[in-house]
T-cell receptor
Framework: GAVVSQHPSWVICKSGTSVKIECRSL??????MFWYRQFPKQSLMLMAT?????????EQGVEKDKFLINHASLTLSTLTVTSAHPEDSSFYIC???????????????FGNGTRLTVT | AQSVAQPEDQVNVAEGNPLTVKCTYS??????LFWYVQYPNRGLQFLLK??????LVKGSYGFEAEFNKSQTSFHLKKPSALVSDSALYFC????????????FGAGTRLFVKA
């Protein structure tokens, strides 16, 4: 159980275009999802916390107008990279915690990530 | 502020030998600690967690971790390493100040040699 599906697994796009990444909790409801960015050989950087039915909370330094997050249902959150540029190329990973509400005890369940390459 | 340190970029161990991946943390209040593993081009998988109780926590795939409050450490261990354990390991601490964030260490790459 607790499967998080992320799509697409990889995408190549041209500079200036937008890319949407989907994150779905397949067998549980997630009121809160998290979006991370991972640079090569580096740790995960939390970009934003996605809350169902409300605006996402962005971390300092993350451009909310560039990285649009929508959490329209209890099982789906999307990250749209708008007007992508080569420096946006990275590995993006979503995660969710099981159960409505949030428990400090609950581990995160991760999608398999999306490798974005902007040419 | 909460923080996690993994002092080793890489750990090399021979198959069959015990392994240890180190983690130290800094939190205000009670720590909520986690270990995750990441295989190439994949998301992270949960291994184990410490919330309260016994200092030795057992998790998936034969891994365990020892919580040491006085040393603020949460080292990951396995008695006998397998080649298939080779991966990137992350220690993490849950922000318990109300933000629900999980803060990850820099990661330690484990190489198990046959």
């Amino acid at each position: 159980g607790a499967v998080v599906s992320q799509h697409p697994s990889w995408v190549i796009c041209k500079s200036g275009t937008s890319v949407k990444i989907e994150c779905r909790s397949l067998d549980f409801q997630a009121t809160t999802m998290f979006w991370y960015r991972q640079f090569p050989k580096q740790s995960l950087m939390l970009m934003a916390t996605s809350n169902e039915g409300s605006k996402a909370t962005y971390e300092q330094g993350v451009e909310k107008d560039k990285f649009l997050i929508n959490h329209a249902s209890l099982t789906l959150s999307t990250l749209t990279v708008t007007s992508a540029h080569p420096e946006d190329s990275s590995f993006y990973i979503c995660s969710a915690s099981v159960g409505q509400g949030f428990s400090y005890n609950s581990p995160l369940h991760f999608g398999n990530g999306t490798r974005l390459t902007v040419t | 502020a909460q923080s996690v340190a993994q002092p080793e970029d890489q750990v090399n161990v021979a198959e069959g030998n015990p392994l240890t991946v180190k983690c130290t943390y800094s939190v205000s209040g009670n720590p909520y600690l986690f270990w995750y593993v990441q295989y190439p081009n994949r998301g992270l998988q949960f291994l184990l967690k410490y919330i309260t109780g016994d200092n030795l926590v057992k998790g998936s795939y034969g891994f365990e971790a020892e919580f040491n409050k006085s040393q603020t450490s949460f080292h990951l261990k396995k008695p006998s390493a397998l080649v298939s354990d080779s991966a990137l390991y992350f220690c993490a601490v849950r922000d318990n100040t109300g933000g629900f964030k999980t803060i990850f260490g820099a990661g330690t790459r484990l190489f198990v040699k046959a």
